[in-house]
């Protein structure tokens, strides 16, 4: 048994895509580490995050960053984009499944493509590859898609995706065990890839609930 970590959150907007994760790896039950960062810069253009065991996201990630390593070595002034890092990803995870390998992840990739285009997708341990406007792993699949199915729209602004992917956050830390308040939001334009700081979720409101508050003066509705 290894570390791990749940969900991961991704949407398009209008200039690019926005993938937010929480910092927590658990160990089993035990909520071990508080301050993992589960999103990776690969080359300029390209974020990846990952739901599943840290140790292979760990491994993926510096095999990633080391074929960008090596394709810049080449100095034709040809760089792969994010589109190409999904493709290629794919075919080693498929590649390494058929070898009985696999790396147990849930990889989302996205970026801004050399045509300019929002690019998200999703590659996992047996080689299945998408892509979508859209795409979340672990519980975010149960919990936060409905949401963004709802509210999202292609022409979001930046600050909009902010507020959605952080209601898509808030719903996880409320209901999934195994994760936190804190969480890192990633950003990829056509400028680059931007990984923010871990800050906390503002949850004072959520937990204002009347009847926890001050139980004693009303019924909880309880059997007893």
Not at 108 to 127: A, C, H, Q, R, W
Not at 162 to 167: A, D, Q, S
Not at 181 to 192: F, H, L, P, T, Y
């Amino acid at each position: 048994m290894g570390v791990s970590g749940t969900s991961c959150v991704a949407i398009k907007f209008k200039d690019g895509i926005m993938m937010a994760t929480d910092t927590l790896g658990s160990y089993g039950s035990s909520a071990k580490y508080r301050n993992l960062q589960r999103q990776e810069k690969v080359g300029d253009h390209t974020l990846v995050g990952f739901t599943g065991d840290y140790a292979d996201f760990q491994f993926f990630a510096r095999f990633l960053n080391d074929c960008d390593l090596d394709d810049s070595l080449e100095e034709d002034g040809i760089t792969w984009d994010c589109k190409q890092v999904h493709a290629y990803s794919g075919a080693v995870m498929f590649g390494r499944r058929m070898k009985s390998k696999p790396l147990f992840v849930q990889c989302i990739m996205g970026g801004v493509t050399s045509n300019k285009e929002p690019f998200l997708g999703y590659t996992d341990l047996i080689g299945q590859s998408y892509e979508e406007n859209f795409i979340c792993t672990g519980y975010g699949g149960h919990l936060a898609l409905p949401i963004i199915r709802e509210e999202w729209r292609k022409d979001m602004t930046e600050a909009e995706a902010r507020t959605l992917i952080e209601k898509c956050m808030t719903t996880l830390y409320l209901r999934d065990c195994r994760t936190c308040s804190k969480i890192q939001v990633g950003v990829g334009k056509a400028d680059g890839v931007t990984i923010s700081e871990p800050y906390v979720l503002d949850m004072q409101k959520k937990w204002q609930f009347t009847k926890m508050m001050d139980p004693t003066k009303q019924s909880l509705g309880a059997s007893w």
